[in-house]
């Protein structure tokens, strides 16, 4: 059983940065690739980044490259996600979560509970 709990959201500027962190519960964090996610009202949960559980590989969203980094510390259960040159349309509710690994994120074992990011225009 893994629980994740997001912080680190707020309200920022356009052009600002933010991190939010994911801390994760459990002594198998290292079996899971984790990832972030993000919904804004009427829309679908859209991937924002995901990393590998040794953090070799990363992908991003195409409207996040370049901008947010996803990151990760298995000695703490934690995992990043830097996000600078924020613009207004990155406004949403951002979701931790974690797959096991090798399966292509097919299945979700586990969310956050979700954490607001604003970005002012």
Do not use: H
Request: glycine share 10%; charged share 20%; net charge positive.
């Amino acid at each position: 059983q893994v629980q994740l709990a997001e912080s680190g959201g707020g309200l920022v500027q356009t052009g600002g940065s933010l991190r939010v962190t994911c801390a994760a519960s459990g002594r198998t964090f290292e079996w899971y690739e984790m990832g972030w996610f993000r919904q804004t009202p009427g829309k679908e949960r859209e991937v924002v980044a995901t990393i590998t559980w040794n953090g070799d590989r990363t992908k991003y969203a195409d409207s996040v490259k370049g901008r947010f980094r996803i990151s990760r510390d298995n000695a703490k259960n934690t995992v990043y996600l830097q996000m600078n040159r924020l613009k207004p349309e990155d406004t949403a509710v951002y979701y931790c979560a974690a797959a096991l690994s090798g399966r292509s994120w097919s299945t979700v074992d586990y969310w956050g509970q979700g954490i607001q990011v604003a970005v002012s225009s």
